[in-house]
Nanobody
């Protein structure tokens, strides 16, 4: 049974930085593209960053140049470094494979950008 556990969220001021982590049980990181998704109140969940098993990355236009996704296969962990945060980045952040699998959704981690 694969489990993905997100952590590292919190409250940060606009312009600040935060790094969230996703710890995976099993070896899915080494065989799957992994992504960070987010869901803001009243909005659909969206994919914001992807890292392939080979290390290639891709980003939504809304976060390009500000967010960096990375993976450590030895630690079975995926990271999302978020810089220059904006209030519109406020959301619950989740990790999952790409494309997502229903059974892999975790609890997510809340990121709130506010002064």
């Amino acid at each position: 049974q694969v489990q993905l556990v997100e952590s590292g969220g919190g409250l940060v001021q606009p312009g600040g930085s935060l790094r969230v982590s996703c710890a995976a049980s099993g070896s899915i990181l080494s065989i799957n593209a992994m992504g960070w998704y987010r869901q803001a109140p009243g909005k659909q969940r969206e994919l914001v960053a992807v890292v392939t098993s080979g290390g290639n990355t891709n980003y939504a236009d809304s976060v390009k140049g500000r967010f960096t996704i990375s993976r450590d296969n030895a630690k079975n962990t995926v990271y999302l470094q978020m810089n220059s945060l904006k209030p519109e980045d406020t959301a619950v952040y989740y990790c999952n494979i790409v494309p997502w699998a229903r059974d892999y959704w975790g609890q997510g981690t809340q990121v709130t950008v506010s002064s």
